[in-house]
């Protein structure tokens, strides 16, 4: 089975995959990158509002193969409720 790396850009800091995973395939990677990619973004972007997290899969030879981003764009409109 290959190994794939998941290197991780979120907003302005940047983890590389030193490790990897060994996976099936491409497919099984993208699935895996996919999800991850929401499970990060739903922890850390409602707290700043907005932002966004890539993740860059790499193959056994370094290429990167795929990548995934999910953003979170938060617009407020010039309406301010006070309780």
């Known amino acids: 089975m290959p190994y794939f790396y998941f290197d991780v850009h ?14 099936p395939d491409l497919e099984t990677a993208e699935r895996e990158a996919a999800d991850s990619a929401v499970e990060i973004a739903q922890d850390s972007l409602p707290q700043r509002r907005g932002g966004s997290v890539t993740l860059e899969v790499r193959d056994e030879n370094g290429a990167q193969v795929l990548s995934v981003t999910v953003t979170l764009n938060v617009t407020r409109s010039g309406l301010v409720l006070k309780s």
């Open 10 to 23: 979120e907003n302005d800091s940047f983890v590389k995959d030193d490790e990897g995973t060994q996976l």
